[in-house]
């Protein structure tokens, strides 16, 4: 792997992997890797902001939500634009409310109508004050790292972050394998206060990675396992996950393809991996290559999401994510969320327990009876036994087919209630602090 960043490469050195100064390139050993992967914790926790643990590994199901992207799929005119201020209060709130997000993440992407001197600041305000979930950021400068790290001590009131991990740290590898001076540093300062890790590898094949699916998968797994290292010589049991976001460069046009259908076997084979080495796993949770709500988004949004969830992915970031993970829209947020939903009971199977078999129901009823007024019935009636999701048509031939009863009409509708009836919890204090660090940074910047 090519370090560029020179402590990296001596906390390297000093653990047993040769270096190259002149090159920078570094050479782990496999028991230095080996014993890295022993010491990387197989769970861990995270937290919102009152404090309340999530956990991270084994069986648990960790999912979040888009606030922002380059592209917004406006409901309007069903046509992606820039994404503003009011996006990201908007999208903020959607995922603060809905029950099944526990982290949301933030890119470092500008509203396009502020300054930009003023757009990274006011968005990660305005994202900060209207949630009260785990934050997720991928920085993209060390400026804007210890911009989060700033706000999130804030967030977490005053609380160490290793303590109460309110915020974690996306960190990129550059593929093919090399580590950025900004990207050590984003690792090293998460590492040290004892933030969660979740690794940004995404090896475009045919570009950055083997034009085949077992060579992207060696590629995403070779930087997977470097983090891993690294992170644990930083500090021995570092929070860590294991994921990758391989995608396909199409060689006739020269564009990056981010959710072909047939991602799914990279998915499914990372998660195996991720299983194998005994690591929490992280990775997008679907998406499609369309900014459009029709068939093939869908097609794709399902194929992509059912090994995520199917499989036992820990971490499930993006809900929302569309337009070839350029887009998003608060409509789909919610679409995917119940897609989810659906998919999690699937993974639940067939309860054959003695009461489930219904037996003494089949008894009583007797040949040509009915089950209306059974016990049981009245029983699972209000249960879970079977999915009944508030977005998908359930009325079949007995519906209108007017467009107001599409899964699009039905989203937005959704979308806008929630928004209408839903208030964050954090503290008016703590959004006091954070207002006044925003307005302190506009200042300095002359903004």
């Known amino acids: 792997v090519r370090v560029l960043d020179a402590e990296c490469r001596q906390v390297l050195a000093a653990a047993g992997a040769r270096v190259d100064e002149a090159s920078n390139i570094v050479r782990i050993p496999?028991?230095?890797?080996?014993?890295?992967?022993?010491?990387?914790?197989?769970?861990?926790?995270?937290?919102?902001?009152?404090?309340?643990?999530?956990?991270?590994?084994?069986?648990?199901?960790?999912f979040g939500s888009l606030v922002t992207d380059p592209w917004i799929i406006d409901y309007a005119t069903l046509q992606p634009r820039r994404p503003v201020l009011n996006d990201i209060v908007r999208h903020t709130r959607l995922g603060d409310a809905l029950p099944i997000v526990d982290d949301i993440h933030r890119m470092d992407m500008p509203p396009a109508d502020l300054p930009p001197d003023a757009a990274y600041v006011k968005s990660l305000e305005a994202f900060a004050t209207n949630t009260t979930k785990h934050l997720v950021a991928l920085p993209a400068s060390v400026e804007s790292a210890r911009d989060w790290l700033e706000v999130a001590e804030m967030y977490a009131d005053g609380q160490p972050l290793g303590r109460r991990r309110v915020l974690s740290f996306g960190v990129a590898v550059t593929s093919p394998l090399m580590l950025t001076d900004v990207n050590a540093w984003i690792l090293k300062e998460g590492v040290r206060r004892g933030m969660a890790t979740i690794p940004v590898v995404c090896p475009m094949a045919g570009t950055t990675s083997p034009l085949t699916f077992a060579g992207t998968l060696l590629v995403s797994n070779a930087e997977n396992l470097f983090l891993?290292?690294?992170?644990q010589l930083l500090r021995e049991g570092a929070p860590i996950l294991y994921g990758a976001g391989p995608s396909l460069t199409d060689l006739r046009s020269g564009y990056d393809?981010?959710?072909?259908?047939?991602?799914?076997?990279?998915?499914?084979?990372?998660?195996?991996?991720?299983k194998f080495y005994g690591l929490p796993i992280t990775g997008e949770t679907g998406g499609s290559l369309v900014g459009r709500h029709d068939m093939q988004c869908g097609i794709e949004s399902a194929l992509l999401m059912f090994p995520s969830i199917i499989l036992g992915q820990n971490m499930m970031g993006g809900l929302g994510s569309c337009y070839n993970a350029v887009g998003m829209s608060p409509e789909m947020i919610v679409i995917q969320a119940e897609l989810a939903g659906l998919?999690?009971?699937?993974?639940?199977?067939?309860?054959?327990?003695?009461?489930?078999?219904?037996?003494?129901?089949?008894?009583r009823a007797g040949p040509g009876g009915h089950f209306l007024e059974d016990p049981l019935t009245l029983k699972m009636l209000r249960s879970p036994e079977f999915f009944s999701g508030s977005l998908f048509d359930r009325l079949g031939e007995h519906g209108t087919g007017r467009p107001e009863e599409s899964l699009l009409a039905r989203a937005h509708a959704r979308v806008e209630e929630i928004l209408a009836a839903h208030e964050p919890a954090l503290s008016g204090r703590i959004v006091e602090d954070i207002q006044r660090w925003a307005n302190r940074r506009l200042a300095g910047k002359g903004g």
């Open 343 to 363: 998919l999690m009971r699937l993974a639940e199977g067939i309860d054959t327990s003695e009461e489930m078999l219904g037996f003494d129901s089949i008894l």
């Open 228 to 231: 891993i290292t690294l992170s």
């Open 257 to 274: 393809i981010y959710y072909s259908p047939d991602k799914m076997l990279w998915k499914t084979a990372l998660i195996q991996m991720g």
């Open 30 to 62: 496999r028991q230095l890797v080996e014993e890295a992967r022993r010491l990387a914790p197989p769970m861990f926790e995270i937290h919102h902001q009152d404090g309340r643990a999530i956990l991270v590994g084994g069986e648990h199901r960790v």
